[in-house]
């Protein structure tokens, strides 16, 4: 069965320092891979998705997320972070598993950016 | 943009209690899904639906129900409140067909409270 596993459950960080949020998956089969963001009361956001094609993927806030096929690696990254950025981070593989077609979630990375 | 509302923000209810939790979607959606967050668990997937009057059950449909009478509309029910079902509930809904390739847009959460 698949599986998501966020490393860090909480990563502190200073403000304009670069931090990266790990996440590795399991599965056979060829995968859609995301990264949502939770701000504070609110539902999740969708921040940047690998689908095909190049391995590296964007999102216009200057987060980007390199799909790694041999490690199964979907690791988030962003080279200098603002307050704004503190959130919850969760990534995600969309697959067929037991049968039906899903999103499977990590637990979650808690990013807290300090001044 | 879509639009994923959930009727209640925050809601506090008492044990054995028949708890409604409602969804509508803006973006004439065919599939919509009903999830539970809980710390360090990340999103749990309680029921899903590809079209009107159609549900299926994800991995933790135990002491919930679903109605969906209305392609816009997906109904979440708890039969009997249990406080283990204390929780931030989420909506998702996402375009037709088999959407691995299609991000999920959510609502912004229900805080259902149970005591």
């Known amino acids: 069965a698949q599986s998501v596993t966020q490393l860090d459950s909480q990563v502190p960080v200073f403000e304009e320092a670069p931090v990266e949020l790990r996440c590795n998956y399991s599965?056979?089969?060829?995968?859609?891979l995301f990264w949502y963001v939770q701000y504070p009361n609110q539902g999740l956001q969708l921040l940047l998705k690998y689908l095909s094609g190049s391995t590296l993927v964007e999102s216009i806030n200057g987060f980007e997320a390199e799909f790694n096929k041999s490690q199964t690696s979907f690791h988030l990254r962003k080279p200098s972070v603002h307050i704004s950025d503190t959130a919850e981070y969760f990534c995600?593989?969309?697959?067929?598993?037991?049968?039906?077609?899903?999103?499977?979630f990590g637990a979650g990375t808690r990013l807290a950016v300090h001044p | 943009d879509v639009k994923v509302t959930q009727s209640s923000r925050y809601l506090v209810k008492r044990t054995g209690e028949k708890v409604f939790l409602e969804c509508v979607q803006d973006?004439?959606?065919?599939?919509m899904f009903w999830y539970r967050q809980d710390p360090g668990l990340g999103l749990r997937l309680i029921y899903f639906s590809y079209d009107v009057k159609m549900k299926e059950k994800g991995d933790i449909p135990e002491g919930y129900s679903v109605s969906r009478e209305k392609k816009e509309r997906f109904s979440l029910i708890l039969e009997s409140a249990s406080t283990n079902q204390t929780s931030m509930y989420l909506c998702a809904s996402t375009p037709g067909g088999a959407f691995l390739d299609q991000p999920q847009h959510f609502g912004d959460g229900t805080r259902l409270s149970i005591l």
């Open positions: 973006m004439d959606h065919e599939n």
């Open positions: 599965s056979s089969v060829s995968v859609y």
């Open positions: 995600a593989v969309s697959a067929n598993s037991g049968g039906y077609n899903k999103l499977i």
